[in-house]
């Protein structure tokens, strides 16, 4: 992992909004030790995040991680008692400017004023959820993957008025949180990852829309071809074995001439008609719908267990995150 310094981990831990997001942050924090107050006023609340929390115990039992003791978790009435004692406020509401704004100005009305407040927006630019913030300095994104309990990476974007102080804060909390923080250095939209997913979704829209592929065979493309390679390599790295003893300058030379080639649609997307989107529903219904939403999570966390497991063997990729942790115990 890249070099943080690494400060004191958080006492107190603030997740506001438990939806999918925010419950398996709560879990990754109670794991990790932390003391965690959580407010989201769905009455649903307590029954989503006891049921992540033990995917993700179970997940975590599996890695051979599981805490001697974890942090405690409670249910604030209010987000002003969520948020009042924490050193790390992490916002996980729905992906709405004008609904983060608000949030955000309640959460800064009590929060302490040196407490960390982070979004765990997609895309949204901090800038833009700063602009009416009293202390916007201490406002970063914190974009995690799902299922945040068991993906380290965390996207760490800062805003026009985000003060360095404030990104190493949390870069070292992220790390303690057992994860792989990363400084997107230029503020952009949708940031690195998003931006990256969303050329692979326009592709793949295009190929249901055209009648090319299925969205089973789509996804069979991926998980059976060059999914396992970005798995442990990534991209560019994958690129550079395939060109063979010259790298990476070679593989550009061979392959370069083939971006001006008409593969690609990535300037433009389908329309989302109601006939693709009843398309694309009815695939997915049939290539996925025996399962329920739980038991898929179920098969995927253990996927992503036993793949950690392996790249830890091999002291590769996400296992040298699993290895990190391991360290600690």
Known sequence: MDSVEHGSPPQQVAIIGAGVIGAAWAARWLLRGCDVMLYDPSSETPQIVDEVLGNARYAWKRLGLTPQSEGSLTYAKTLAEAVQNAELIQESAPEDLQTKKFILSEIERSANQGALIASSTSGLLPTKLQDEMQHPERLVIGHPFN????????????????????????????????????????????????????????????????????????DDVIRFGFGLRWAQMGLFESYRIAGGQGGMEHFIRQFGPSLDWPWSKLTNTPEMSEELIQRISDQSEAQSGHYS???????????????????????????????ELRDES
């Open 147 to 218: 299922p945040v309990y068991l993906i380290p990476m965390v996207e760490v974007v800062g805003g026009k008025h985000t003060s360095s102080e404030s990104i190493s804060k949390a870069m070292s909390f992220y790390v303690h949180a057992g994860m792989k923080p990363l400084h997107v250095r230029v503020e952009i939209d949708a940031f690195i990852a998003d931006r990256l997913l969303e050329a692979v979704w326009r592709e793949a829209l295009w190929l249901v829309e055209d009648e090319i592929a299925t969205t089973q065979e789509i």
């Open 293 to 323: 939403v739980r038991e898929l999570e179920k098969i995927r966390d253990a996927n992503l267990v036993d793949m950690m497991l392996a790249l830890e063997k091999n002291a590769w990729g996400a296992g040298l995150v699993i290895r």
